[in-house]
């Protein structure tokens, strides 16, 4: 086991008072303990290097701005703030898109078509289809109103005018419209998926 | 009955995990330059290049 002469809790203090050297042995005298568990956690070199200076950043500020209270727990404090910038580091990689660098770098594992293939439009356009068949089923003043809300965008105040029954009437026909469609395609066992 | 003998790994692989030396060097020239200055309650970093 390593004897130290001089504690960690004298060296900080020597470094507060303005003896620059005293920082130089305690990063020397940690780095590894501090570095290896930044890499057991990111398991990425330049990523641990990054966290391990942010570490020390953070640690110098504290110091110098006289905020750091001395319980003789300089280690188990140094290695908190690493422990916390590990936890940050993974929260900006969720919100971030990354891509990794493996040498076979793919322009569209960043970025993607989102309009619909020809084979999914194809389908689109025939679900549509029947749906619109199925529509055709329906009592006429159920239909009337379903056609109304969906495809031409009415309020129910709207279609209440138009059709010259109330709200309720109108929203209670656009209910019993959506239950007739679904008994219709589970009798029928249709699939209407996309 | 033969006796096996294997490197420590452990030690060498202890010995790689370090932060590089310039890395060290940054931190040391950053506590240098950094300076405090307090004016009234407020706490002021400064920077020398």
């Not at chain 1, 507060?16 to 890499?39: N, P, V």
């Not at chain 1, 209670?172 to 589970?186: E, H, P, Q």
């Not at chain 2, 294997?6 to 370090?18: G, I, M, S, T």
Request: no cysteine; hydrophobic share 40%; proline share 2%.
């Amino acid at each position: 086991m390593k004897e130290y002469t001089l504690s960690d809790a004298v060296l900080v203090n020597r470094y507060i008072q303005g003896d620059e050297a005293a920082l130089a042995t305690l990063i020397e005298r940690h780095k590894q303990r501090i570095y290896s568990f930044i890499f057991s956690k990111v398991f990425d070199r330049d990523i641990s290097e990054d966290i391990f200076q942010d570490t020390f950043i953070k640690v110098i500020k504290t110091l110098k701005r006289g905020k750091y209270n001395e319980e003789g727990k300089f280690l188990p404090w140094v290695m908190r703030i690493a422990h916390n910038l590990v936890i940050d580091h993974f929260r900006k990689g969720n919100r971030m898109p990354k891509f990794e660098d493996n040498g076979e770098f793919s322009i569209f594992s960043v970025i993607s078509d989102s309009d619909l293939n020809a084979e999914k439009q194809l389908i689109k356009e025939q679900v549509e289809e029947e749906l619109r068949n199925l529509i055709q089923e329906l009592p006429t003043d159920q239909r009337e109103v379903l056609i109304m809300r969906m495809y031409k965008d009415m309020s129910f105040k709207e279609i209440s005018d138009k059709t010259g029954v109330s709200i309720n009437t109108a929203l209670g026909r656009m209910r019993y419209a959506l239950i007739n469609l679904r008994k219709v395609i589970d009798k029928n066992n249709i699939v209407l998926t996309n | 009955m033969a006796k096996f003998y294997f490197k420590n790994a452990r030690k060498k692989d202890e010995a790689y995990l370090q932060p590089q030396e310039q890395t060290i060097d940054f931190l040391l020239n950053y506590s240098k330059s950094l300076n405090v200055i307090e004016v009234g309650t407020l706490q002021f970093e400064t920077s020398l290049n």
